[in-house]
């Protein structure tokens, strides 16, 4: 037996005992003859002691360790002299009698301890070594926390795990995909998965009428900070329901997520805000709630005064920031910047002060009075003590989305975005479609296989523009403190009403049989009403990690280009194997490896 404890176990009351403990040496050190060794495993950290008047052969061998050896140590539980009451077996120490190295360690590139002095590009390299560390054991643990009680929730509610293919044609989520050559069928390729909704939909046909996965998803998208191209989402489907049931069912498994493990209590039922209202109050389809400051419209009292951006725009919106009048001349120039920066894209910012003593001041006083300073600053709920910001543009849309950065920044300034507090809530009633300007077409919002909602029918059969701008769905998403953490609908179970929204999405009709007819044929044998979901795994876990980033909760993440700098990959492939494929590269000696013998 290679141990018959762990480094996080033992306590005060084990005092006496004879233990075996295995782990990693996290560090010695020499303290007046006697060796102290912190040994660590993911249970925890215990420390071991050689007394000076120990055997010599003893007092050699710990005196020898290295950190990140692996050790087998033998001795008696001591109570210590000078306690560490941060650390869970801070009470005691092992008086050692035996150490037997099992197996050395190279120096390791960085110290693996909570605080790494290693930078993010070693550790990433060394990921094995980083996953040491206790803070990402604590993710990784949390995650699989997560897992269970997902699983727990959904087992009792009468959900079905069901695996489904990998290897797949183009499911359409806006990403691009992932594509894998098929040697067995040369020039065909699958694609990877960017989610499994069209099986999860078929299922509901088999009559699988609850079905869940905790599955990978793949994207080809350029990477956003924070996004991986493979990822893992907690899908769901379910059968003869409503919007009302699915919302219902996963406010229920977030509720008790909250709950179980971390003991958070969450509003019942969360509040709901319709698309249009949380862009024209958050300019954001996924509002941080957490904190007021809405974006309100301000165009009328704006406009007339003989300031020309404002007379010429076609929205003027502002948010008020609370007791922020006292910002400094420099404090607003550096503002002014920041909205100017190209991730905001705004060309100017108009500041209104309302001061304690009931002054105004502005960079527009020449063009207001006082009076219609006021005016404006009632639009927008401002206080004496409070800072009113604002911008103009010629599209609303486009200028609440920056007033919602600015929001969200301010907030953040503010520090009025604790990750400990949780603001959950619903967005519903998504638009079925967007314009895309630059393609000029239409776009699924969610994706193709969205219902428009019933009462919107004689919009989605009009051929008018303006009438299918109109049709919204039953899509809802589910938002924590600004983020997405996921989304579903109320899908489409009628061939007719798929191949029409396939034709305002501009697939013709052989195109669409191309790409979805199994679904589209599917749909002709009882498809049931169904509806469901798919939550984002990694973000789920982060959140309630209280961190920002993805990566720590995955134990292999890829880095901003998408690489795994650890097993270098993307990476050129043998000759041999690109010739299999029947696949010619352009630049063939660049990009491919020589011929080289095929490894058994
Ligand atoms: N497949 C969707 C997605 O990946 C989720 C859903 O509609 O269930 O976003």
Redesign the pocket.
């Known amino acids: 037996m290679y141990r018959d404890h762990t480094c996080g176990e033992l306590r005060i009351g084990n005092v006496g005992q004879i233990v075996t403990l295995a782990g990693w040496v996290q560090r010695s050190r020499k303290l007046g003859g006697m060796t102290f060794i912190d040994l660590r495993d993911r249970y925890g950290i215990t420390q071991l002691v050689v007394e000076a008047d120990a055997a010599a052969e003893l007092v050699d061998v710990a005196t020898s360790l290295g950190r990140e050896y692996v050790i087998q140590a033998v001795g008696e539980v001591v109570e210590r002299q000078s306690k560490n009451p941060k650390m869970p077996t801070g009470d005691i120490e092992i008086k050692l009698q035996r150490i037997h190295i099992l197996n050395k360690s190279v120096t390791p590139p960085f110290t693996i301890e909570d605080e790494s002095d290693g930078g993010e590009d070693l550790r990433a390299k060394y990921r094995y070594l980083d996953l040491r560390r206790r803070p990402l054991q604590r993710a990784l643990a949390l995650r699989h926390r997560i897992a269970q009680e997902v699983r727990n929730y959904l087992d009792g509610q009468g959900f079905m795990e069901i695996e489904t293919p990998y290897l797949i044609k183009s ?1 359409p ?1 806006g990403a691009r995909d992932f594509v894998v050559p098929s040697r067995m069928n040369p020039g065909q390729f699958y694609a990877l998965p ?4 069209t099986f ?1 939909q078929l299922l509901m046909v088999a009559g699988f009428d609850r079905y869940m996965q905790i599955v990978r ?1 793949f994207r080809d998208e350029d990477l956003r900070a924070d996004r991986q191209p493979e990822f893992t ?1 907690i ?3 379910m059968s003869f329901v409503e919007q009302e049931d699915v919302l219902n069912m996963f406010e229920g498994m977030m509720r008790t997520l909250f709950k179980n493990v971390l003991d958070v209590d969450i509003p019942n039922p969360l509040p709901r805000m319709n698309w249009f209202d949380a862009m024209d109050r958050y300019g954001s389809d996924k509002p941080d709630i957490r904190f007021g400051m809405t974006i309100h419209e301000i165009t009328p009292l704006a406009q007339g005064k003989g300031f020309g951006v404002f007379d010429t725009a076609k929205y003027v919106g502002g948010i008020c920031v609370p007791g922020a009048a006292d910002y400094s001349r420099k404090q607003l120039d550096e503002l002014t910047e920041w909205v100017k920066r190209p991730q905001v894209g705004a060309k100017g910012l108009i500041y209104i002060k309302f001061n304690e003593d009931g002054t105004v001041k502005s960079s527009v006083d020449k063009f207001f009075s006082p009076e219609d300073l006021w005016k404006i600053g009632e639009a927008l709920e401002a206080k004496k003590g409070d800072l009113a910001l604002i911008l103009s543009g010629d599209s609303s849309r486009k200028v609440q989305t920056m007033l919602g950065v600015l929001r969200l920044e301010m907030g953040s300034r503010l520090g009025l975005r604790d990750p400990k507090v949780f603001a959950p809530l619903w967005i519903v009633d998504f638009p079925l479609f967007e314009w895309d300007e630059e393609e000029n077409r239409w776009n699924a919002m ?2 193709p ?2 219902a428009p909602k019933p009462e919107h029918l004689d919009w989605y059969l009009s051929d008018k523009q303006e009438d299918i701008a109109k049709v919204c769905a039953n ?1 809802y998403d589910f938002v924590l403190n600004g983020n997405e953490l ?4 109320i ?1 489409i179970h009628d061939a007719k009403i798929q191949q029409r929204i396939f034709e305002i999405l501009g697939f013709s009709q052989e195109e669409a049989e191309y790409k979805f007819g199994f679904l589209i044929h599917a749909f002709q044998y009882g498809a049931p009403p169904h ?4 939550f984002g795994f990694d973000r789920v876990c982060a959140l309630f990690g209280g961190c920002d980033s993805i990566r720590d909760y995955i134990a292999f993440p890829k880095n901003n280009q998408g690489r795994d700098v650890m097993i270098e990959s993307p990476s050129k492939i043998d000759q041999i194997q690109l010739d299999e494929l029947e696949i010619e590269l352009r630049k063939p000696e660049q990009e491919s490896l020589p011929r080289s013998p095929r490894h058994p």
């Open positions: 499911t989520e960017q989610s499994p909704q999860k998803c989402q899908d769901c489907e969610h994706h296989f969205t899509a996921g989304g579903g609908s899908r509806g469901g979901l798919a």
